[in-house]
């Protein structure tokens, strides 16, 4: 049997590669509605507090690095389009090409975690530390007691929680890459990168909320 | 699923759409709105959110079970968060104790062992 013959076949509980496909976008779908609840938690939280504390929040907005964040929004922006080009690639028979458009996404999503991190050794170099720990903290009197802990303590929480996903996201990305080269992805079996493409997009859609609250939403 | 007729322009033209939004929403945060700050910016990021949604995961052409499952994510999420908020901002200050009638201890509560 032949390895293009060999992707066309269904797994055996399966009727045929439709219902197979089907089956593996349902299973991506339940678990990122799983993923939903996951942040949502995370997101509540943020509300909780914003609601306790709305100066402390303000301020911790205002002092955050938004040119940044935001260059970061158009990074995974640009990395979604590009997985969904990949994804339209492969389906139709494109198969060097599609794997091209990965590898630009995962160079796109290694730039995001450098920025990221870019933005953490910033915060670290001020004095801002999670829990409330460093100098930065002292500079604000009561906001640095009650607020401005709990601002950066979900600050790094919440975006740290996100840029592990985004790290199995390129984790996966690459897997893909490498399976193109390696011959076993094709548009036969193309519903093996379009699970890990609704994952990609999940992280950029988590990110979609979280810079606007970390970044934007700050005073006037 | 259905693919669209040109692949190309469809992923150009929503990327474009998506950085236009995201565009509105980084301007719009050095006008001060007042207390509408939050509320413009989450809805402009829900915006985003359902292009990604609708058009990147195709969920407009997904069967009933698929958009379910996102439904129901979605509907709990918001009961959950819904809830939460209205419980914090409307909880209110505790209730203030007038002078001379304290708060019952653990000592006064009656037990029924007495």
Known sequence: ?220 | MSSPASPARLVFQTWVALVAIAGLNFGLSYVDVGDARIPIALVLAGANASILLLVFMEVRHGSLSTKLAFAAAAALLSILIGLMIGDVALRGAPPIVPPGFPAPGVADIPSHSE
């Open chain 1, 1 to 220: 049997m032949s390895d293009q013959e060999r992707m066309e076949l269904p797994a055996e509980q399966f009727e045929d590669a439709a219902q197979q496909a089907h089956a593996s976008r349902f299973g991506m779908f339940v678990f990122l509605a799983s993923e939903v609840l996951f942040f949502g938690a995370l997101f509540a939280l943020y509300a909780t507090y914003r609601i306790h504390y709305p100066e402390a929040f303000r301020i911790g907005v205002d002092h955050n690095t938004k040119l940044l964040g935001s260059l970061n929004t158009l990074v995974l922006l640009t990395s979604s389009a590009i997985v969904t080009g990949s994804v339209y690639a492969l389906r139709c028979g494109r198969t060097k090409a599609s794997g091209w458009l990965l590898a630009l996404a995962i160079f796109l999503g290694l730039v995001f975690l450098a920025i990221k991190f870019t933005e953490y050794g910033i915060h670290f170099e001020e004095g801002v530390y999670p829990g409330g720990i460093g100098h930065f903290f002292e500079e604000y009197g009561i906001h640095g007691t009650f607020g401005l802990p709990e601002f950066w303590t979900l600050y790094y929480a919440m975006t740290g929680l996100h840029a592990i996903h985004m790290i199995i996201g390129i984790v996966l990305l690459g897997v893909m890459v490498f399976e193109v080269v390696k011959g076993t992805l094709a548009a036969a079996n193309a519903h093996r990168l379009d699970v890990v493409a609704l994952y990609w997009h999940f992280v950029d859609i988590v990110w979609t909320f979280l810079w606007p609250l970390f970044y934007l939403a700050g005073g006037s």
